[in-house]
């Protein structure tokens, strides 16, 4: 298959740009040559000892040089100020892109920075796992995974180019307006992991009282949610300090049911219960009747969630 970019540059070297970077590799022929950088010294070093990158640079100006696609894989509240430095040293008529958990708060950080005749496209693989660093990375992380793509004002050209990258990456693609992009987030993914922090978080407290009972006993569900509340603090902390609004929205919504089915236990109300959880249990087999267990879900928007 032909080369879709000459250079590309992978700016922070983690669990996602490290996931790239195998998957580009797996390819064959996808981009020419990859840069990367990372901050710490300790983590470029890592990066050249186990061959990630084709180059692995020490400053980020020399990474994005002659780049035709960059992408920033940082947590989220570093998108603008690695943005803000890289600007002055990329090449006209690059693409720009990004693959942070939120989308408003990217854009409205990465916009006022870019440069006169630089696309930004920006995206988000729906894809991860609870590792992060250089060392966590794997060819196919992404395959069979949505990534969301944000088009915004970009050619057609350009957003089909990045869209084609994705896929030969092995996601299926998806374009979605930011808004939508944070409020759908949200739902299934943000406010999950913040439960999921909550309940391991009241777990350790109970674990004092009675003496790691709640850990030996942990069953499976228990188990998942302790694997989700391991995931990178810094990552979560500028998620939920990044998309505040519609966090707070279905966090509020969340807390509504809670307390009716608290309130239906406490007064032994069954078939309040009974009927809660048929609901629920019939939303999961539609989800896989339909094949679409991987599926972003659109909240009753077309095909392509657009507004
Ligand atoms: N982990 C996931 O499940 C997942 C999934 C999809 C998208 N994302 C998004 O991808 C991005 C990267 O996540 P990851 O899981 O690869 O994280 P990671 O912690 O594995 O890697 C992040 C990299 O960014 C660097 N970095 C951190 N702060 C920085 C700063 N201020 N300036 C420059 N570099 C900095 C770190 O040194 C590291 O190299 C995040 O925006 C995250 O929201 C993560
Ligand atoms: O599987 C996991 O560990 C994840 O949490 C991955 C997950 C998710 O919530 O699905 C986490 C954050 C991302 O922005 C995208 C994917």
């Keep these: 298959m032909e080369r879709i970019y000459d250079r590309v540059a992978l ?7 490290s996931s790239m970077f195998w998957a580009m590799k797996r ?16 983590t470029r070093e890592t990066a050249r000892r186990i061959g990630l990158c084709d180059r692995v640079c020490d400053s980020m100006a020399e990474a994005v040089k002659d780049a035709d696609l960059v992408i920033l894989c940082v947590p989220v509240g570093a998108m603008g100020p690695v943005m803000e430095e890289i600007a002055p040293h990329l090449k006209p008529g690059c693409t720009v892109t990004d693959v942070g958990s ?20 920006p995206g988000h693989p729906l894809a991860g796992t609870e590792h992060s660093g250089p060392e966590s990375g794997f060819a196919e992380l992404f395959d069979n995974r949505w990534t969301l793509l944000i088009p915004g004002s970009a050619p057609d050209e350009v957003v089909g ?9 092995g996601a299926n693609v998806d374009l979605m307006d930011a808004d939508h992009h944070d409020l759908v987030l949200a739902v299934t993914s943000h406010t999950p992991h913040l439960i999921a922090y909550t309940m391991v978080g009241v777990a350790d407290d109970l674990r004092r009282v009675t003496d790691s009972e709640v850990i030996k006993y942990s069953a499976a569900g228990f188990r998942d949610f302790t694997r989700i509340a391991a995931s990178d603090p810094t990552m979560w902390r500028d998620v939920f300090l990044t998309n505040k609004e519609a966090t707070l929205e279905i966090l509020g919504r969340f807390t509504e049911e809670l307390f009716a089915l608290q ?12 009927d809660y959880f048929t609901r629920t249990r019939a939303i999961r087999r539609g989800i896989i009747q339909a094949g679409q267990d991987t599926a972003a879900p659109n909240f009753g928007r077309g095909p392509s969630g657009q507004k």
């Design 11 to 17: 700016i922070g070297l983690g669990l996602i740009a």
């Design 27 to 42: 390819d064959g022929n996808l981009a020419g040559e990859v840069t990367g950088y990372a901050r710490t010294e300790a």
């Design 263 to 274: 309130r239906a236990i406490r007064t032994g109300d069954g078939q309040h219960l009974f």
């Design 161 to 169: 180019d990045l869209r084609s990258f994705w896929e030969r990456l």
């Design 102 to 121: 939120v989308k408003g708060d990217v854009i409205r950080s990465v916009t006022p920075h870019l440069p006169e005749g630089v696309f930004f496209v």
